[in-house]
């Protein structure tokens, strides 16, 4: 399923592209069900929304669709994702969370962030699985990474640009820091661990969409997670409350050392309330 190349990609770097894991046949599907689910309302103030002109006033993103919607369950606990999250972190993990973003032409990204930062996994982190419902390229707002982020603890949170990313909270990177944007064909899974700096740039095209179904698992020596992530799942579906974590703890800032940016823990967490990711 996953071979020993990708496996040691993702421990190098945090992250690993496992291509075609999904046929063009289910693609189509889900894009169905999804398009289907927008249309009945669903996903409606999961968003805040510039303006009524927004698209992803029309669009909003799904959030934790698995709790209400078979499909999506069964998409999180597929045992392609599994079998692959189990080679890459050596154990089963539980699933937490589904998102289905449809980023419509025009729409903006979401800002450079950790996932960690909103699951508080402990111990261990989480991981993402991102799979590309449309083909995923800059010009359409592909995700984009920052390579090397892998093995970061989780930094400090500023603001955001509102102008380019629906997301309020953003992380510093060094200067200069360039993004890495991954290119997916649809069916491509994109799996990484919760330190990994990530976001998105604006769908800067006038017809395409760019949608994506994405699932966040975390590993299953975990004891505690954010209160918005329970309950988490078993791999065979049932349902379990892990401990909440808690919020206000010491966070990571850039400092420079002989010219060369690391991170230290000295910032403190000044919000307590980063609920929804
Ligand atoms: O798909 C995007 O644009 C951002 C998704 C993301 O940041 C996430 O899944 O954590």
Known sequence: M??????????????????????????????????????????EGQHTV???????????RLMHPHRHDSISMDWMLDKRIVECLEALIGEEPY?????????????????????????????????????????????????????????????CS???????????????VPEGTETVPIVLEPGDVLFF?????????????????????????????AQTVAKWYNPVWRMDGTKIDLENSKWGGSCGVWVNKDGTPVVEMAGVEMRQNYEIH
Not at 50 to 60: N, V
Not at 158 to 172: E, P, R
């Open 2 to 43: 996953i071979s020993a190349d990708l496996v040691n990609h993702y421990q190098q770097n945090g992250f690993v592209i496992v291509s075609g894991l999904f046929s063009d046949e289910e693609v189509q599907m889900y894009i169905e069900h999804y398009m289907a689910l927008n249309a009945q309302g669903y996903g």
């Open 158 to 172: 500023v603001q955001a640009d509102l102008t380019k990313s629906f997301s309020a909270d953003t992380v510093q």
């Open 95 to 155: 699933a937490t969370q589904t998102m289905m973003y449809y980023k419509p032409p025009g729409s903006r990204g979401q800002a450079l962030h950790q996932d960690q930062f909103y699951l508080r996994v402990q111990p261990g982190t989480c991981m993402a699985a991102w799979m590309a419902l449309d083909r995923c390229d800059e010009e359409n707002g592909c995700l984009q990474i920052v390579p090397g982020s892998g093995n970061l603890p989780v930094l």
């Open 193 to 221: 661990n919760g330190s990994v700096i990530h976001g998105s740039f604006p769908n800067t095209s006038e017809t395409r969409f760019r949608r994506s179904l994405i699932g966040h698992y975390v590993s299953g020596e």
């Open 50 to 60: 510039q303006d009524e002109t927004d698209p992803l006033k029309k669009y909003p």
